[in-house]
Nanobody
Framework: QVQLVESGGGLVQAGGSLRLSCAASGRTFSNYIMGWIRQAPGKEREVVAAVHWGSDTTYSADSVKGRFTISRDNTRNTVYLEMDSLKREDTAVYYC?????????????????????WGQGTQVTVSS
């Protein structure tokens, strides 16, 4: 079965950086969009960045553009989220998730409802 395992979260000061990793297994993901989705306390889940595995097309939310970069490594079957210039409002649980999509689709990438498979999440806390 599909397994998505996140790692790399932690406590960081504002302005700092973190890199999250998502190890994916259980199938070939070339027809999937892999997303990083976060949920802050008291807020709804938000797609912050996504990548269509097969085409390497990327998407990102306006709130993180220029600060967060998503990438994938085919040899390691891993998706990364490089987070720079972190702000307190980036504090959240970050989830890795997968959405079936044979072709790149910004609509699917940025829609929470598209994601069928989810990891357990990793906490990111940004202090001032």
């Amino acid at each position: 079965q599909v397994q998505l395992v996140e790692s790399g979260g932690g406590l960081v000061q504002a302005g700092g950086s973190l890199r999250l990793s998502c190890a994916a297994s259980g199938r070939t993901f070339s027809n999937y969009i892999m997303g990083w989705i976060r949920q802050a306390p008291g807020k709804e889940r938000e797609v912050v960045a996504a990548v269509h595995w097969g085409s390497d097309t990327t998407y990102s939310a306006d709130s993180v553009k220029g600060r967060f970069t998503i990438s994938r490594d085919n040899t390691r079957n891993t998706v990364y989220l490089e987070m720079d210039s972190l702000k307190r409002e980036d504090t959240a649980v970050y989830y890795c998730a997968a959405a079936f999509s044979p072709v790149p689709s910004d609509i699917a990438a940025l829609d929470i409802a598209s994601y069928r498979f989810w990891g357990q999440g990793t906490q990111v806390t940004v202090s001032s």
